[in-house]
């Protein structure tokens, strides 16, 4: 073999190498893919997370298949998907309490959300009512805040647990307003709904999907949208930002990542088949119904939204002294 052939096979294997990534990519996916989800089956996670499956498996002829993997507050899944190969055919839907809220709970966490993953998409938003017993004379945020500086520690706050949602929500208000709500933690969103409309606690952030009934029976009164979008079930709702608390946001927002080290080819596929998702009407239907709003967006774009929610939180776990139980 002559040096010209000898110098062609190189050039060749050379230009081979270099187009791989973007042949990965193109041939992407070629096997069934893995949907870790931090949560069991069942929950308000893994009701978003099934349809987002099948359509995705619908769009790109492999199979996605759900992992649920609860437990140690989302810290198991997460653990799982941080350790998963970096080929792209496992990503993760993460959570606000995983993502930007465990950081500041847990004094070591067996994974690291900016260091261990690589940012895919900022998939959804939910936000929560705050909502009062009506024996509270409050029916705007400002008569919330005005009456709890009159009160000091007299109002109480219900919440589904330590470090849960609806406790930094609350905690969040109390921090940017200087009131001083009282927080009574239960063992589940279910018994603090059942609670705050029976009187024994005055206000509580919930979920639209729970909530909205017992708002329309009269059982409950609807005060602020806990983020900057008002939800489209209840647009009379005004943001807390807009009726009293400036910037006020603390909504439950989901993420995709990927284990870090996912070649950045592949994450841009995996961001345009998320995309192709989120643009099917049923499927925007479905969120929207479910209270979520659909987003979108860039990998860069969810990284930086994921550093400033993990600044945010971590202030007021340490503000508010939160602990995990």
């Not at 406790?167 to 239960?186: C, D, K, Q, S």
């Not at 990284?303 to 340490?318: D, F, G, M, P, Q």
Request: proline share 8%.
């Amino acid at each position: 073999m002559n040096k010209i052939n000898i110098l062609l096979i190189i050039l060749g294997a050379a230009a081979l190498a270099a187009a791989s990534p973007a042949l990965q990519a193109q041939a992407f996916p070629a096997k069934p893919l893995r949907l870790i989800l931090p949560y069991p089956p069942g929950g308000g996670s893994d009701t978003i997370a099934r349809p987002f499956a099948r359509k995705m498996a619908e769009n790109t002829g492999q199979q996605v298949i759900v992992d649920n993997r609860g437990g140690a507050g989302g810290n198991i899944g997460m653990e799982a998907a941080a350790r998963a190969a970096p080929d792209g055919y496992t990503f993760v839907l993460g959570l606000t309490a995983q993502l930007a809220v465990n950081p500041g709970l847990y004094p070591k966490l067996p994974y690291d959300p900016v260091k261990d993953f690589e940012p895919i998409m900022l998939l959804a938003n939910g936000a929560y009512l705050l909502v009062a017993h009506p024996s509270l004379p409050a029916k705007t945020m400002k008569d919330v805040i005005a009456i709890a500086k009159k009160r000091p520690g007299e109002i109480l706050y219900a919440s589904s647990g330590n470090g849960s949602g609806a406790h930094l929500a609350t905690e969040l208000l109390n921090t940017m307003t200087g009131i001083r709500l009282v927080h009574v933690p239960y063992k589940g969103g279910g018994p603090a709904l059942v609670d705050t409309i029976s009187g024994q606690t005055q206000l509580l952030f919930a979920t639209p999907i729970a909530s909205t009934g017992h708002i329309q029976a009269g059982r409950l009164r609807a005060i602020a949208v806990s983020t900057t979008r008002r939800v489209s079930s209840m647009p009379q709702v005004p943001t807390a930002s807009e009726s009293g608390v400036p910037g006020f946001d603390a909504g439950v927002w989901y993420a995709m990542l990927a284990p870090r080290g996912t070649p950045r080819d592949i994450v841009n596929r995996l961001n345009e088949e998320f995309r192709k998702v989120l643009a099917d009407p049923g499927i925007r239907e479905f969120l929207t119904k479910s209270g979520v709003d659909p987003e979108g967006g860039t990998p860069e774009e969810l990284a930086r939204y994921l550093r400033s929610e993990i600044t945010k939180w971590a202030r007021v776990i340490k503000e508010a002294n939160v602990k995990v139980d």
